[in-house]
């Protein structure tokens, strides 16, 4: 079973910031934190991971609780083709493999 | 683009054929895995294999057997699959490392009908 709990679907106007929230309140001390989109009918692409610190790429900035059992996803100027579900996942860190468990994600609709 | 290339990318079988997915991964990864996302459900883990050798089998019927020649290529085996296996079959990769997780970068799929 996935570890995260995300709100099923959220709308966001195009150019303002969205905000994905993912609770994950048993995440362990070894555990990362992923997230991931899958555009209609394509594979799952990477966009950040954090352990505990906030981290920004090109694409995306994480913020992760001090308690570290929540995060949120920011996408500074959202468009259209940023509509996508998203997924939050935690990764124990170690080990042979890296196992992503996908749960629902959130269904971001960008709208014009 | 994400280094990770799968063919077919549709493909229709019928219940007596046997076909072949196939993954390459272009990005010198030493972990390859297999997913299927069937219609309105979370993907699912199938297969891992790491330094060419299965470390995972989430009890996935014995219709589907995976390959794994070298650290570049992957391939699905199908045979006597049953309409209920008609899903998006996703390959992915990754650099498995002991300490430490690594991103998985995904194919495109295959779109998978069984008839």
């Known amino acids: 079973d996935a570890k995260t709990t995300q709100p099923t679907s959220m709308d966001c106007a195009e150019g303002r910031a969205a905000n994905l929230p993912c609770n994950h309140s048993?995440?362990?001390?070894?555990?990362?934190v992923y997230w991931y989109r899958q555009i209609h009918s394509q594979g799952p692409q990477y966009i950040i991971h954090?352990?505990?610190n906030n981290e920004t790429n090109e694409m995306a900035s994480l913020i992760i609780t001090e308690d570290r059992k929540s995060s949120t996803l920011i996408l500074p100027h959202a468009t259209l083709r940023d509509t996508a579900v998203y997924y939050c996942i935690v990764s124990p860190k170690g080990g042979a493999t890296n196992k992503l468990i996908f749960g629902t994600g959130t269904l971001l609709a960008v709208q014009p | 683009e994400t280094g990770v290339t799968q063919t077919p990318r549709h493909l229709v079988m019928g219940m007596t054929n046997k076909k072949s997915l196939k993954c390459e991964q272009h990005l010198g990864h030493n972990a390859m895995y297999w997913y299927k996302q069937s219609a309105k459900k979370p993907l699912e883990l199938m297969f891992v294999y790491s330094l060419e050798e299965r470390v995972e089998n989430n009890s996935v019927p014995s219709r589907f057997s995976p390959e794994c020649p070298n650290s570049s290529h992957l391939f699905l085996h199908l045979h006597t699959l049953q309409p209920e296996d008609s899903a998006l079959y996703l390959c992915?990769?990754?650099?498995?490392?002991?300490?430490?997780?690594?991103?998985?970068?995904f194919g495109p799929g295959t779109r998978l009908t069984v008839l």
């Open positions: 048993t995440i362990s001390g070894n555990e990362y």
């Open positions: 954090g352990l505990k």
């Open positions: 992915a990769s990754s650099q498995d490392r002991q300490f430490g997780t690594d991103t998985q970068y």
